[in-house]
T-cell receptor, first 119, second 108 residues
Framework: KAGVTQTPRYLIKTRGQQVTLSCSPI?????VSWYQQTPGQGLQFLFE???????NKGNFPGRFSGRQFSNSRSEMNVSTLELGDSALYLC??????????????????FGEGSRLTVL | GQQVMQIPQYQHVQEGEDFTTYCNSSTTLSNIQWYKQRPGGHPVFLIQLVKSGEVKKQKRLTFQFGEAKKNSSLHITATQTTDVGTYVCRGNTDKLIFGTGTRLQVFP
């Protein structure tokens, strides 16, 4: 079956602009989570959506937002871009949402990522 | 706050040498997962450990979960150039926390 698809793969923006990234999960997966990856910080959790509801949120400012549609596709938006927002943005899908303290956590299937450069 | 520290940050080895990366959590984890990310690629799931003291093997890779479920290790025996990449752990507490990753470089 098709993997997780992210678009666009690469984009360049300037400070102050906003950007929208898209993620289509694996068919049948209803959980989509987003991550920011930078060389110094590694994978930082942004938020998770399940059945169109945001279930978990990381420690990012309100400029970072997201949503999920009824077909499980998800978008994330970053407004008023800053230079520090330059990063690889990865989305991942899983069959079940994250449950804190659960013994079994479903594996994440990652997309190829959207590489954002802010000038 | 809760953290998952991963060491070392970088490791360069000669092909054939062994390699180990460690994840240490400040709180007890209900489980831990390991992912591998090849250069220019995306993280790919390797394994999940659940039980205290659990050890799992995948060919040359050995994964361990500590008795207190606060630390874990990934050991590669006789590294090969195909092992190059970043190895990242993901711990389940009341949040999902990724370690910062260990970048492995293997010289032929």
């Amino acid at each position: 079956k098709a993997g997780v698809t992210q678009t666009p793969r690469y984009l360049i923006k300037t400070r102050g602009q906003q950007v929208t990234l898209s993620c289509s999960p694996i068919s049948g997966h209803r959980s989509v989570s987003w991550y920011q990856q930078t060389p110094g910080q590694g994978l930082q959790f942004l938020f998770e959506y399940f059945s169109e509801t945001q279930r978990n949120k990381g420690n990012f400012p309100g400029r970072f937002s997201g949503r999920q549609f009824s077909n499980s596709r998800s978008e994330m938006n970053v407004s008023t871009l800053e230079l520090g927002d330059s990063a690889l943005y990865l989305c991942a899908s899983s069959f079940e949402p994250f449950h804190s303290g659960a013994l079994n956590t479903g594996e994440l299937f990652f997309g190829e990522g959207s590489r954002l450069t802010v000038l | 706050g809760q953290q998952v520290m991963q060491i070392p940050q970088y490791q360069h080895v000669q092909e054939g040498e062994d390699f180990t990366t460690y994840c240490n959590s400040s709180t007890t984890l209900s489980n831990i997962q390991w992912y591998k990310q090849r250069p220019g690629g995306h993280p790919v799931f390797l394994i999940q450990l659940v039980k205290s003291g659990e050890v799992k093997k995948q060919k040359r890779l050995t994964f361990q979960f500590g008795e207190a479920k606060k630390n874990s290790s990934l050991h590669i025996t006789a590294t090969q150039t195909t092992d190059v990449g970043t190895y990242v752990c993901r711990g389940n507490t009341d949040k999902l926390i990724f370690g910062t990753g260990t970048r492995l470089q293997v010289f032929p």
